[in-house]
């Protein structure tokens, strides 16, 4: 499964945490995904509601995603991101 | 006194631990190093004080939040000792509000202050220690700043009681005080009230079936109130309580490009990452075997043995220096000699034990460098970096971004790399993992890759060596991709990791790391290699009717050695180019024992074969017949067939399983027999 299809957001826009370009800001809006453990995790990392995070490096490889986020910086795969709904700022 | 030291991570939990005990347990650069609990005692105070895994939260889902949440709840404790990235101050106090909820008292150890104050941050900290109700005390663990002041507050108690302090809006901490009422007493343990009932809140794994009805109509208006479910609420009504107690007290420096960005712009750089991460290890690999390797290992063979004249190479440059030394062996022996003690004495002395010895000792050398840059690599956070941008590869092969420290730890020993599979989430992935760890040559492997390389491929033997590296990486790659296809996946598998900061690698640290696995590496030469090499000579010295090989009437090919050497030597036909040798054959057959010992072993017979003169391994008759693809055919058998026992025993601890273990062990033997055998042949074949 290769999406070639490449969703571009803008500032006010709305979407995936894992269509974010490098160096774009977006605050956090909600979740969906179902796997209870993951979910859990990225809740005690700090992605709660109304965080605000900044994609700051791609792995060399295009995935996964450095991010931060409350002072730090975490590494996270392009498919546990596209569960996080954001709206650009 | 009691004591539990818990923390984020990687925010130097396990240095602490160090600082405060005076141990010396494993300390490195990127999350996960302490995989199980630690205890050490504090004599001077009677204290016992025990390093937790890091975690970021009290939940359940991973093992290692697990461990420590049962440790905590479960355990009669007198303090916990939180210990916080002054850096990432947010998720770290996130973790501490939890602290709190239990009934323990808490002492914050505010670590990497040295790095808050280079870095400009401003913390109120007698602000912050008023707001949260806790005690601070500033540390730098890496400065040695602090910890005295930690000693003093701890043990003589002069820390803040936990005062519970009610962080959430009312009509939560209604629903707490509730719950509390309503069970009378605690459900489960004897004490933490407050930390149960946010969990029944929470609706955690282990508490939401004391939800009952009474408290169910109650919890679901607030969860309509707010729009999230419990657990959500909670996580976020937290860092709403730390955002707030930030603004108080942290006044942080206009945001600039941190050093570490700037170094990630190269080591992270889309092109060129991965050539420059294969030229470090190219170079770390060059600087200890072809610089410090060619420099040492010839010195020390004749400090033990004895030499008229040593060669020294250094990178491509060989040269001989006329030295005459007459060696620790043959000193003794004639010291025995001397006072008449007959030939078998001085052949056991200077063959049996300083022969053996001497050919492990002679790579001590080379290993504490690549020991030194290895710790180096770990220390400074870029073997985090590598992780990080190896998950994709890793994944698709159906392992994680964190099999990566496995394997790492691996090329050091094999067994403490098979522990350290245990911070892998997923359970296929980790099984994987440790199925392929043994392939990473470890440091005892190391000795036959670089006795092979020098002895056959002279000034490229570094090349050579590092080629049986990147053929362990091919063989990886290969099992993974049938292990993925053996074990079906049954759910996505996730990487969740911070990436900490580069960090000046601490001299203190780095010295503490190589000198305690040179000693390690010391004493397995020191009992196992030198017991099993009196065997060694012990059997080829004997013929089968106990009569004493000469060396002039009886040959070392009637030992006892050779007549056992006979019985498996079939085995080994193809990979020595269609020979059959049992003196190979039993040699191999040790690295069971021990890897050093298959070359410990070589050593003792070549000195057998040569009357009891030491000799170098190829030069004897025993051992000429070798050429340089037999020798590389040899030692990648015994690189990747079974590994040693201790690997072995590690391996069925992790597995839970003696049949994985030997399933995995059978796929090993006939693996590796393949792939040297086709080795071994080629050269027949042409």
């Not at chain 1, 992605?47 to 994609?55: D, R, S």
């Not at chain 2, 507050?153 to 803040?160: D, E, R």
């Not at chain 2, 001497?358 to 690599?377: D, E, G, T």
Request: aromatic fraction near 10%.
């Amino acid at each position: 499964m290769k999406k070639n299809k490449k969703v571009i957001l803008t500032s006010g826009q709305e979407g995936h945490l894992s269509d974010l370009r490098r160096g774009q800001k977006c605050v956090v809006l909600n979740f969906h995904n179902d796997n209870a453990a993951l979910r859990r995790r990225l809740l005690d990392m700090g992605i709660t509601k109304g965080v605000v995070i900044e994609i700051k490096k791609f792995a060399p490889l295009g995935d996964p995603i450095d991010i931060a986020l409350r002072g730090y910086e975490l590494c996270l795969r392009k498919v546990d991101m596209e569960g996080i709904d954001v709206r650009v700022l | 006194m009691k004591l539990a030291l818990l923390g984020n991570q990687n925010s130097g939990k396990t240095s602490l631990f160090n600082a405060l005990t005076g141990s010396n347990q494993k300390v490195g650069n990127w999350p996960g190093v302490t995989i199980d609990r630690v205890e050490g005692k504090i004599k001077k105070y009677h204290s016992t004080i025990i390093d937790l895994p890091g975690i970021y939260s009290l939940s359940p889902y991973t093992a290692e939040e697990d461990v420590s949440r049962q440790f905590v709840l479960n355990e009669d404790l007198d303090l916990l000792i939180n210990i916080v990235d002054a850096t990432s101050l947010e998720r770290s106090l996130y973790l501490t509000t939890q602290l709190l909820e239990l009934n323990l008292d808490v002492v914050i150890a505010f670590n990497m202050y040295d790095l808050v104050e280079k870095k400009g941050i401003k913390i109120d900290i007698d602000k912050l220690s008023k707001e949260l109700g806790v005690t601070i005390v500033p540390i730098s663990v890496k400065e040695n700043r602090g910890i005295e002041k930690l000693k003093d507050i701890v043990f003589n108690k002069k820390y803040l009681k936990n005062k519970h302090k009610k962080i959430y809006p009312e009509d939560i901490e209604k629903f707490i005080d509730d719950t509390v009422k309503f069970y009378g007493r605690p459900w489960k343990h004897k004490f933490h009230k407050r930390f149960e009932a946010i969990k029944v809140f929470e609706e955690d794994r282990d508490y939401k079936i004391l939800l009952g009805d009474k408290l169910k109509d109650e919890h679901l208006q607030i969860e309509k109130k707010y729009g999230m479910d419990g657990e959500q609420l909670i996580a976020s009504l937290r860092y709403d309580y730390i955002e707030k107690v930030r603004d108080k007290c942290v006044t942080y420096p206009i945001e600039k490009e941190t050093t570490s960005d700037k170094l990630d712009k190269i080591f992270l750089h889309k092109i060129w990452a991965i050539p420059i991460f294969i030229i470090i290890m190219a170079l770390v690999y060059f600087l200890s075997i072809s610089v410090v390797g060619g420099l040492t290992s010839n010195l020390i063979n004749a400090l033990f043995n004895g030499s008229t004249s040593i060669k020294f190479s250094c990178a491509f440059v060989t040269w001989e220096v006329p030295l005459k030394i007459e060696g620790l062996g043959p000193l003794i022996a004639r010291g025995l000699g001397s006072i008449g003690a007959s030939n078998w004495a001085m052949s056991l002395i200077q063959t049996g034990f300083i022969s053996g010895l001497a050919i492990v000792v002679s790579f001590i050398p080379q290993l504490i460098c690549l020991f030194m840059c290895l710790a180096i690599l770990e220390t400074t956070g870029y073997m985090s970096r590598i992780a990080f941008f190896l998950d994709r590869i890793f994944h698709k092969l159906g392992l994680s971004g964190k099999s990566l420290i496995p394997f790492i730890v691996g090329a050091g020993c094999t067994v403490p790399g098979i522990m350290s599979t245990r911070t892998i989430e997923d359970e296929n992935e980790k099984k994987a993992t440790i199925a392929l760890v043994p392939f990473i040559p470890c440091n005892a492997k190391l000795t036959i890759i670089s006795l092979i390389s020098a002895a056959f491929f002279k000034q490229i033997g570094f090349v050579i060596a590092l080629s049986f590296y990147f053929l362990a990486i091919v063989i990886i790659i290969l099992s993974a991709v049938i292990i993925k296809k053996i074990l079906k996946r049954k759910e996505h598998s996730t990487f969740i990791s911070e990436l900490p900061e580069y960090k000046t690698p601490s001299a203190k640290y780095i010295g503490r790391d190589v000198l305690d696995k040179t000693l390690a590496f010391f004493k397995r030469a020191a009992t196992v290699v030198v017991f099993f090499s009196v065997i060694v000579w012990t059997l080829s010295s004997f013929t089968p009717t106990f009569q004493y090989v000469d060396g002039k009437n009886i040959k070392i090919d009637q030992s006892q050695l050779r007549y056992l050497g006979d019985g498996i030597s079939w085995f080994f036909y193809f990979i020595l180019g269609c020979r059959l040798d049992w003196a190979a054959s039993v040699s191999a057959l040790q690295g069971l024992i021990a890897k050093e010992q298959v070359i410990s072993s070589m050593q003792v017979i070549a000195n057998m074969s040569n009357g009891g003169m030491p000799i170098d391994i190829f030069s004897s008759t025993i051992f000429s017949y070798f050429n340089p693809l037999t020798a590389y055919a040899f030692a990648s058998f015994n690189l990747f067939s079974i590994p040693c026992i201790g690997s072995l025993s590690a391996m069925r601890h992790e597995f839970k399983s003696w049949k994985k273990m030997l399933i995995v062990m059978l796929c090993e033997i006939v693996f590796a027999w393949l792939l040297a055998s086709l080795i071994g042949m080629w050269g027949v074949l042409l």
